[in-house]
């Protein structure tokens, strides 16, 4: 795999370039010395523990802390029965204040179950990866969706007879983002086939965050469920349409659920997906007039990941799904699916109390809960999304270790030690007594090389564009400078010039720091300007790449599979203004360079 040219550029493409008489300067010429140094971050909250073992049913953790008007809380503990689940506020977390008064009381419903994305979901209570019967911490496999997203579970059933060539089935759901949806009906005229998703489901959200709408047969394939030995398609006895009584037929002999080859699902259904009337989605089955079957009632799940329903080239799992696929019986797989959902819903009570100023929060794990909650975290901040952004993969700062084994302890040292820090990336300088060097505020970037410095860290191509205009420039660095590490150039600054420099905020799609279009001034008066200037400089945004959250982006340069990755913004050079909570991460000094 192709690695970020942020990460890989070599010392040798880092030459200073100009003619620069260290020795004999003049009064109107100063040597000038430029420090960049990445600073750490430390997080403008506080945060501590909640709890120290496990709530099991009927037991309650809590936590005490102080904090004024403007104060958010988030929290994270895990769902202990789960492989990657925790209950959380939104990534934003709870303002603490409402109309200028504590928030008090029951904050249940401002809590949710969230999947980390970091860990493949088994069945909840049961999975041999999950943390009460996990060999080590950190086990199981990888989830194939990264993101977090809501634990949003809704299970139905559909039809209430077979729907016959010609006609129609429907039902409407709700689902948030992250979520997929499976399904299974019967193929009737078969021993055991049925129409269903893929196993984790169909993915109801487009990488985009848009909803999935329009047709999605050729995500629906037809299914042998390996309990029922073939017959003739729509001639055998043992058929449901010709059967003497339900769950007849020999077994078997392959008992493996695989799907079947020699009938495309395409031939006798169709499937959509649009907006539903009443709820979000609404998804169709129209059983197409020259269809050789019908197809019967059915049962439907919504899920943030796993295989409820089955998991293919393994035996079917006598949940329900052999019911359906025999026999066109719904009901024994739609209650075990209602049974699943059910275990999601109503484990814990979460609420507030406040007393001079000292709040108290306290989560309960009810009494009929199906699983413990493990010891978790709060934080206090002023904004931003301190834990997870919804919809985006997890940090890497301890929230995994949280969601999947009840370890808080390396999130809570992420979070005290400097959250979301950044490198900056090797750099351009340059002299000019010109002003808007290389780009202007609020216009489209020139496309002389400032997009591959702010999205890859490549300083060449602008280095290169300016000296071909003849400006006096240079570069800077031969590797990412990380937290405490610095940049050091020298430049003769005349009467009149003007300092631009841009070095990427390494953890961004597309920022980087540097002056204002009319660069920094080095001169005022009679002497040079020494000391620091950190307040001159911005973090801006290059307008070149859409932005994802920072330290997280899978188009950013420490994770992108190659240099100029991830979607176009088509925007203009700004300063950044992205909703996005940033660290201040640089400073910068200047200082005279003495004989």
């Not at 077979?162 to 129609?168: E, F, I, K, V």
């Not at 449901?240 to 078997?252: F, I, K, L, V, Y």
């Amino acid at each position: 795999m192709k690695r970020a040219v942020f990460w890989t550029i070599a010392a040798a493409s880092f030459a200073v370039v100009g003619c620069i008489d260290i020795n004999h300067p003049t009064d109107s010429e100063k040597m000038l010395r430029v420090t960049i140094t990445t600073v750490p971050h430390s997080f403008s909250g506080n945060a501590g523990a909640i709890g120290t073992s496990p709530a099991l049913p009927g037991s309650s953790n809590s936590a005490t802390f102080s904090a004024t008007q403007g104060t958010r809380l988030s929290f994270a503990a895990m769902f202990g029965q789960s492989n990657d689940w925790f209950y959380a506020a939104a990534p934003e977390g709870i303002d603490l204040y409402e109309n200028g008064q504590p928030l008090t009381g029951d904050i249940t419903e401002k809590v949710g179950l969230w999947d980390a994305g970091t860990e493949a979901d088994q069945e909840t209570g049961k999975g041999s990866d999950q943390a009460p019967r996990q060999s080590s911490p950190n086990t199981g496999a990888a989830d194939p969706d990264r993101r977090v997203r809501k634990v949003m579970l809704s299970s139905g059933t559909f039809g209430t007879g077979p729907t016959l060539p010609g006609s129609s089935v429907s039902f409407e759901f709700d689902a948030s983002v992250g979520s997929k949806l499976a399904f299974a009906m019967m193929y009737g005229q078969s021993n055991d086939w049925f129409y269903g998703t893929a196993p984790a489901g169909i993915d109801l959200y487009k990488d985009d965050g848009g909803m999935l709408e329009g047709d999605v047969t050729g995500m629906v394939g037809l299914y042998d469920a390996g309990t029922e030995a073939d017959e003739p398609i729509g001639s055998g006895p043992n058929q449901a349409p010709r059967q003497s009584a339900p769950d007849t037929g020999p077994a078997d002999s392959n008992t493996m659920i695989r799907m079947v080859t020699d009938t495309a699902a395409g031939d006798n259904i169709r499937v959509s997906l649009a907006a539903g009337s009443e709820k979000a989605f609404r998804l169709a089955i129209d059983v197409l007039p020259g269809s050789k079957t019908p197809v019967s009632p059915g049962a439907w799940i919504v899920t943030s990941g796993g295989e409820p329903i089955f998991t293919e080239d393994m035996p079917d799992r006598g949940y329900g799904l052999e019911r359906i696929a025999e026999d066109g019986n719904n009901g024994p797989l739609s209650e075990k699916l209602a049974e699943y959902v059910a275990q999601t819903k109503d484990n814990i009570a979460v609420s507030l109390a406040h007393d001079n100023g000292v709040f108290t929060l306290t989560i309960t794990t009810k009494d009929n809960s199906v699983t413990p909650i493990a010891p978790g975290l709060w934080i206090l901040d002023e904004g931003g999304t301190p834990i997870f952004e919804e919809g985006m993969p997890d940090r890497g700062k301890g929230l995994e270790h949280l969601a999947e084994d009840g370890d808080a302890s390396s999130l809570m040292a992420a979070l005290e030690t400097g959250a979301m820090s950044t490198p900056l990336s090797p750099g351009v300088w340059a002299l000019s007594k010109k002003v808007m060097v290389y780009f202007t505020e609020n216009e489209k970037d020139y496309g002389k090389g400032l997009e591959h410095l702010a999205e890859d860290g490549n300083p060449a191509p602008l280095h290169d564009s300016l000296m071909s205009e003849g400006i006096e420039t240079g570069t800077f660095g031969s590797a990412p400078a990380k937290i405490g590490d610095s940049f050091t150039f020298t430049v003769s600054a005349h009467r009149g010039d003007r300092l631009y420099f841009a070095t990427m905020f390494g953890q961004s799609n597309d920022l980087f720091y540097s002056p204002g279009e009319d660069g920094l001034a080095l001169w005022e008066g009679d002497e040079p300007v020494t000391g620091d200037v950190t307040s001159r400089i911005r973090l801006w945004d290059a307008g070149t790449e859409v932005n994802e959250i920072p330290g997280a982006g899978m188009y950013q340069a420490p994770r992108q599979s190659a240099p100029n990755t991830g979607p176009d913004e088509m925007g203009v050079v700004h300063i950044v203004n992205d909703g996005f909570v940033y660290p201040q991460a640089i400073k910068v000094t200047i200082d005279e360079v003495m004989n």
